[in-house]
């Protein structure tokens, strides 16, 4: 029972007791009781490994940070401190031998060495097969720790990002990940996941250019995509539909957005670069989600329950391309 919460009404504190009942029910009906997951510092494992630990008990939790030569010291380090505050078992299990190798084999084999994405996705695959492998050790289960905008976007690599047993956060945005992750401390009444972590920017971590030391973040604003998303999945609605709102003045309102759009985007070609990126993504990344595990539903617009898809191309159609040259010739 939550007792050190005043309000028992909001929104965080309905989806806090959703995943923490969800997740004894996933765990006890798969007969079993250890879970493993993937510790890398940022703020979507930070968070599992707070719900997990609030779920199971401490002794129950397993968690297993996977570096590379592209991991920073801080989100090392941020992933330790993260643990030793839980109270959790904690593993370090370096990937760089294995993705070296992985990229020695795959030269001699196809004559070709593998290019930077490419071997950002070994890495992906490298830790869940080890994930993998580690749980059937244990016999224990792993999560998956994407969220929803993830998911949305294909932002996740298959068999590696979208492997696991089951998925806490896959049907929560971005901001709620943080906005759970500042509930658990007022739970808790102190700092367990650290303010670091919250206030750090998001990034993959799997090549130079992603290093948040140097200001190599994710390739996304997630106050406008979290919006942006929603409006395709609980709205159900289009291209058309954006910028036919976007004409009539009322994108904002329907898109929940705090900001007008000319403050988010300097120019009005970026706005509609922007709105085709992530609806041709949406479409794209079916075949992941189809693929993906088990989620906890905690909305009205969760994959695969209540947002109902098949695989189909992106579709903008001539009445995209009009509103597009007529917001564009203005």
Known sequence: EITKVLDHKSQIVQIFTTL???IRETVASKWAKKVILGLSGGIDSGVVAALLTIALGKEN???INMPSKFNSKTTK???????QNLGIEYKIFPIQKAVNLKVKQMTQVTGKVPQEFEIENIQARERGQILSDLAAT????FT???NKDEVTTGYATLYGDVSGAFSPLWDLYKTQVYDLARF???YLWAEIIPNLMIDLKPAAELSNKQNPEN????PFDYEFLVKLNRGFIERKMTPVDILTSYQEGTLEKKLWLEKKISEIFKTKE???QEIEKIWTLFHKSYFKRIQAPGIITISKGSYGFDFRESELSAYFGEKYDELKSKILAK
């Open 20 to 22: 923490i009942y969800a």
């Open 184 to 186: 658990i401390n007022q």
């Open 215 to 218: 200001w190599g973040w994710d």
């Open 144 to 146: 998956n720790n994407g």
């Open 61 to 63: 939790v397993i968690a």
């Open 270 to 272: 970026l706005f509609i």
């Open 77 to 83: 380090n941020l992933a330790q401190t993260l643990a």
């Open 138 to 141: 244990y016999g224990a289960l």
